[in-house]
T-cell receptor, first 115, second 114 residues
Framework: SAVISQKPSRDICQRGTSLTIQCQVDSQVTMMFWYRQQPGQSLTLIATANQGSEATYESGFVIDKFPISRPNLTFSTLTVSNMSPEDSSIYLC????????????FGPGTRLTVL | AQSVTQPDIHITVSEGASLELRCNYSYGATPYLFWYVQSPGQGLQLLLKYFSGDTLVQGIKGFEAEFKRSQSSFNLRKPSVHWSDAAEYFCAVGAYSSASKIIFGSGTRLSIRP
């Protein structure tokens, strides 16, 4: 498994501002993922972040709105830009440690409320 | 592309009773299958996974799941639930060719009746 931490754990932000969420893992991993979980909903993949390359975004998500950094093999950030109330969600990062089976381990999430 | 269906939005069972949560998947080849649990205000915890081999998979917290290819199902079971099992349960499917991406079902919320 993997130990994953996220900062902040929760935040309340004003419309039009931006928030950067940090994800730290206790070991080097190739693949990191960012998900959004809207209230009462399942998880939707925002993007895949591999170290040394641009993040790959899923349909409906764009880099200008959700810029991602992956400076090394244990750390990533997701920025939610120009926020609106519709961005109120839990944002989760996950890691895939590779090997024979692709298993993702999740961080505790960041609960974002936009007023 | 793979997809997952969890037909039960909310289930309530009595403490000590048995539990089965349903999951059906769609994928052309043998998938990876996962069950995750999310307690209120928490992230996701992996309960168990199926990759290959024995179709009955044992997980943490006394949970098990059975892969049935003929029914495209991966139902989660527990013989006797505890109040602490109240949570949201997500079934997920991955594929060999999907660059580690996994698709989540809509989730089943489990409530425990004292």
């Amino acid at each position: 498994s993997a130990v994953i931490s996220q900062k902040p754990s929760r935040d309340i932000c004003q419309r039009g501002t931006s928030l950067t969420i940090q994800c730290q893992v206790d070991s080097q991993v190739t693949m990191m993922f960012w998900y959004r979980q809207q209230p009462g909903q399942s998880l939707t993949l925002i993007a895949t972040a591999n170290q040394g390359s641009e993040a790959t975004y899923e349909s409906g998500f764009v880099i200008d709105k959700f810029p991602i950094s992956r400076p090394n093999l244990t750390f990533s950030t997701l920025t939610v830009s120009n926020m609106s109330p519709e961005d109120s969600s839990i944002y989760l990062c996950s890691v895939d440690k590779g090997g024979v089976t692709d298993t993702q381990y999740f961080g505790p999430g960041t609960r974002l409320t936009v007023l | 592309a793979q997809s997952v269906t969890q037909p039960d939005i909310h289930i309530t069972v009595s403490e000590g009773a048995s539990l089965e949560l349903r999951c059906n998947y769609s994928y052309g080849a043998t998938p990876y299958l996962f069950w995750y649990v999310q307690s209120p205000g928490q992230g996701l915890q992996l309960l168990l996974k199926y990759f290959s081999g024995d179709t009955l998979v044992q997980g943490i917290k006394g949970f098990e799941a059975e892969f049935k290819r003929s029914q495209s199902s991966f139902n989660l079971r527990k013989p006797s639930v505890h109040w602490s099992d109240a949570a949201e349960y997500f079934c997920a499917v991955g594929a060999y060719s999907s660059a580690s991406k996994i698709i989540f079902g809509s989730g089943t919320r489990l409530s425990i009746r004292p």
